[in-house]
């Protein structure tokens, strides 16, 4: 299946224009036309080789909403005109213990990624959603609720599932007190869906000027990192911590505004810590620093449905895929609010 798309043909070249073939069909696949899809950062770093292990050429993209163009003879939960979702994985093992638990994001054999992997049945490049269509097992396709904002749900699908698993892991309900660090990307669908869920959310900032957003957002409060007095007025304070920031940063500030038994988990930075972590307050407080990736199948399928019965949607810049260079450009200085979705109708032109 010839298609087009956008990609980078190494760390250094600029997305262009890329003619490449798709897998054909299997018996349980969906294949669908993709409408919109969502930019993640970790787009721009696979795209750099920030993490190394980049394969190039590299088609990114992994926040897809699309339209259902053609189903399998084994597939039964979609039909042609369906709309439907791809997040971050394509596949997975299916048959360790997290894929049975419905945590493929952790598979033993590793999840087969939406774009810069490879499929584990026939060896081919895995290419992603800058692009005309895609192809998927439908175990791995999600159902997009009616009446949901199709260009707004794409970043549910990374940044959304990313901020939804530990919301959901650590059991946040009402009368949960909750933090976010950082307002981008993922701080702010963390916000609106702790608030959803009916915690009390306040969010960590360095930066007065995202006071109104993050009120409007869902923060009940707003505390100034860089401002002792205010980190100190919140000690003891949070059960869990969801820090989105993506780049290295100093987490001894926050482990005190943990509660007993509380947690700060990363959601956004991958990389070593510095400076290191004091233990005492950790041990004082039985606090735990943890980590979390994206969510399973089951799981991002439950966000789709409670973003629909709520109405969230991230908050977006819809943008032709030719100008995906500068949104790279602009995403570095953190110059959007807070996430660029491509109108993939603009690769036609």
Known sequence: MNVLGYAAHSAQD????????????????????????GVCHSDLHQVRNDWGGSTYPIVPGHEIIGRVLMVGPEVTRFREGDHAGV?????????????????????????????????????????????????????FVLKVPDGVDLKGAAPLLCAGITTWSPLRHWKIGKESKVAVIGLGGLGHMALKLAKALGAEVTLFT???????????????????????????????????????????????????????????????????????????????????????????????????????????????????????NKAYERMLKSDVKYRFVIDMASLKA
């Open 14 to 37: 600029a997305l262009a224009p890329y003619r490449f073939e798709r897998r054909e069909p299997r018996p349980d696949d969906v294949v669908l036309e993709i409408l919109y899809c």
């Open 87 to 139: 997040g971050c994985m394509v596949d997975s093992c299916r048959h360790c213990a997290p894929c049975e638990a419905g945590l493929e994001q952790y598979c033993h054999e590793g999840a087969t990624f939406t774009y810069n992997a490879v499929d584990r049945h026939d060896h081919t490049p895995t290419f992603g959603g800058y692009s005309e269509k895609i192809v998927v097992p439908e175990s």
């Open 206 to 324: 360095r930066s007065e000027n995202k006071r109104e957003d993050g009120g409007r957002l869902g923060a009940d409060t707003i505390v100034l990192s860089t401002d002792k007095r205010q980190m100190a007025a919140v000690k003891g304070c949070f059960e869990l911590i969801i820090d989105t920031v993506p780049s290295v940063h100093d987490l001894n500030p926050y482990i005190p505004a943990l509660s007993l038994d509380g947690t700060l988990v990363l959601v956004g930075y991958l990389g070593d810590l510095n400076p290191m972590l004091n233990t005492v307050p950790l041990i004082m407080g039985r606090k735990s620093v943890a980590g979390s990736v994206i969510g399973g199948i089951a799981e991002t399928q439950e966000l789709l449905d409670f973003c629909g019965r709520h109405a969230i949607t991230s908050d977006i810049e819809v943008i032709r895929i030719q100008d995906i």
